[in-house]
């Protein structure tokens, strides 16, 4: 049985934030603005994520490699 009860990280909580570069709250944006800064937040953390991920596979591998030599 899954246990419900785990306390989640901070990375784990906001993993599907999309974060925009320009607060709505600061300047009314239009429609149009609104979706352009969606899409480059999501464009921007898509970067980011891509980059996380390459550096956990190097390291998974750079584990992999040190143990395979022992």
């Known amino acids: 049985m ?3 009860n785990k306390r989640l990280t901070k990375a784990e909580y906001y993993k599907d934030v999309i974060y925009l570069t320009v607060r ?4 009314p944006m239009t429609h ?5 800064q969606l899409n480059k ?8 994520t891509k980059r996380l991920l390459m550096d956990n596979l190097y390291e998974a591998y750079l584990d992999y490699c040190i143990r395979d030599m022992d």
């Open 2 to 4: 899954p246990n419900n």
């Open 24 to 27: 709505t709250y600061e300047r």
């Open 32 to 36: 149009k603005e609104f979706v352009e």
């Open 41 to 48: 937040g999501a464009e921007n953390q898509a970067e980011e």
